[in-house]
């Protein structure tokens, strides 16, 4: 059964500072993992999404890679804003016919 | 893209009453899901709403308790039922873009049960 993990649960640093978040999960037959984030009391923003072919994808301040040897992947956000404020999702899709399976997230916090 | 909006967007609601949460998306989809998230937690699936058919349901969740309509390929409803303060959370409409490749969300409908 396939689990997603999220650590750490909550990370807070200063304004400016590069940060990785990591999301791992236990069986790395995926079809595709996506990386969503949570305002407060809202819906998810999709923010990228990997195919099990890819390594990493790209989005403005936002690059996500993944290893599925490992069962791994990451989001790096480059020069954080307090904007970036939110908490942050990995999920898994096991495979095109399967519903995503949502780490936990990790809820960040940028310090002015 | 698909852009899905909810209706309400929040509500306060007294235990044992039902509530129908509303989701239009602005394209014809295949695949429509309502998620639950209760408060610190991350999200739950509570079925994938089947468009003519009736929705299935994960475990843990009940047509008596969750009935789900879905007429056609852009609008489907989530009813709580016979609420109790237990069911306060946020409740997402979901979808699966035209490619099937990624997944959108809609804004959430925020309940609080009294």
């Known amino acids: 059964k396939q689990e997603v993990t999220q650590i750490p649960a909550a990370l807070s640093v200063p304004e400016g500072e590069n940060l990785v978040l990591n999301c791992s999960f236990t069986d790395s037959a995926i079809y595709n993992l996506q990386w969503f984030r949570q305002d407060p009391g809202k819906g998810l923003t999709s923010l990228l999404l990997i195919q099990s072919s890819q390594r990493e994808q790209t989005s403005g301040r936002l690059n996500a890679s993944l290893d599925k040897s490992s069962g791994r992947s990451t989001l790096y956000i480059a020069a954080s804003q307090p904007g970036d404020s939110a908490t942050y999702l990995c999920?898994?899709?096991?495979?095109?016919?399967?519903?995503?399976?949502f780490g936990s997230g990790t809820r960040l916090s940028i310090r002015p | 893209s698909a852009v899905i909006s909810q209706k309400p967007s929040r509500d306060i609601c007294q235990r044992g009453t039902s509530l129908t949460i509303q989701c239009q998306v602005d394209s014809q989809v295949t695949m429509m899901f309502w998620y639950r998230q209760q408060p610190g937690q991350s999200l739950t699936l509570i079925a994938t709403?089947?468009?003519?058919?009736?929705?299935?349901?994960e475990s843990g969740f009940v047509i008596d308790k969750f009935p789900i309509s879905r007429p056609n390929l852009t609008f489907s409803t989530l009813t709580v039922s016979n609420m109790s303060p237990e069911d306060s959370s946020i409740y997402l409409c979901?979808?699966?873009?035209?490619?099937?490749?990624?997944?959108?969300f809609g804004p959430g409908t925020r309940l609080l049960v009294l």
């Open positions: 709403a089947n468009q003519g058919s009736e929705a299935t349901y």
């Open positions: 999920a898994v899709r096991p495979s095109s016919a399967s519903k995503i399976i």
């Open positions: 979901s979808v699966l873009g035209t490619g099937k490749e990624t997944q959108y």
